[in-house]
């Protein structure tokens, strides 16, 4: 069965940096785009970064430009998301998700498996 799990996420100080992991197994991890969502309270499930089956291509959202980052290590089967300066509108729950052989997607309903989510909130 595949499985995505992620990292515990955690209470974050405004300015802080924390990274997030999220390890993959039951599938070919390197046949799979990956992508970084989250939820914030009262919202609807927003894309924030992704990255290309290959490592060749990333893509974020604006509002994180400059201060996450999406990185791979297909020899470990994880991805992982670096997230600096962190702000309070950063606070949510975030996702990891799996899509195969496809391009890097904004779009939730493109992705195949989905990890359960882990909480990230940013205190100010």
């Known amino acids: 069965q595949v499985q995505l799990v992620e990292s515990e996420g955690g209470l974050v100080q405004a300015g802080g940096s924390l990274r997030l992991s999220c390890a993959a197994s039951?599938?070919?991890?390197?046949?799979?785009?990956m992508g970084w969502f989250r939820r914030a309270s009262g919202k609807e499930r927003e894309f924030v970064a992704g990255?290309?089956?290959?490592?060749?291509?990333?893509l974020y959202v604006d509002s994180v430009q400059g201060r996450f980052a999406i990185s791979r290590d297909n020899a470990k089967n994880t991805v992982y998301l670096q997230m600096n300066s962190l702000k309070a509108e950063d606070t949510a729950v975030y996702y990891c998700?799996?899509?195969?052989?496809?391009?890097?997607?904004?779009?939730?309903?493109?992705?195949?498996?989905w990890g359960q989510g882990t909480q990230v909130t940013v205190s100010s």
């Open positions: 998700a799996a899509r195969l052989f496809g391009t890097i997607s904004r779009k939730p309903m493109e992705y195949n498996y």
């Open positions: 039951g599938l070919t991890f390197s046949s799979y785009s």
């Open positions: 990255i290309k089956w290959s490592g060749a291509s990333t």
